[in-house]
Nanobody, 130 residues
Framework: QVQLVESGGGSVQPGDSLRLSCAAS????????TGWFRQAPGKGLEIVAG????????IYGDFVKGRFAITRDSSTNTVYLQMNNLQSEDTGDYSC???????????????????????WGQGTAVTVSP
């Protein structure tokens, strides 16, 4: 069983930055993906960013437009989401999830996670307002 703990959310002003952390512990798969997702008020879950613990290139949601970066510290099994130039539309609950790759591509497993598959942390709230 994998456990995920997120941290780093908060309230900021437009143009500010935040760094979210997702620390994993427990029975971690040999080859897995970790993704950040968000849910804005009244909207569904959407992909923010994802990566694997291998050499795969990360993927990002279309709205990111170069503002966010997902990275991984393998020594601590922690995945970070650096978010720059935050805007009001970035407000929402951000959650990280993890899922074994199982022979699928990163984009395929991220799509599965967007439907609720995988193991999830408790989430952290991000509020962007003047």
């Amino acid at each position: 069983q994998v456990q995920l703990v997120e941290s780093g959310g908060g309230s900021v002003q437009p143009g500010d930055s935040l760094r979210l952390s997702c620390a994993a512990s427990g029975d971690i798969s040999d080859y897995y993906a970790t993704g950040w997702f968000r849910q804005a008020p009244g909207k569904g879950l959407e992909i923010v960013a994802g990566l694997t613990n291998g050499a795969d290139d990360p993927i990002y949601g279309d709205f990111v437009k170069g503002r966010f970066a997902i990275t991984r510290d393998s020594s601590t099994n922690t995945v970070y989401l650096q978010m720059n130039n935050l805007q009001s539309e970035d407000t929402g609950d951000y959650s990280c999830g993890t899922i074994p790759m199982g022979g699928y591509s990163l984009r395929e497993v991220m799509a599965a996670m967007e439907k609720g598959y995988g193991t999830w942390g408790q989430g952290t709230a991000v509020t962007v307002s003047p």
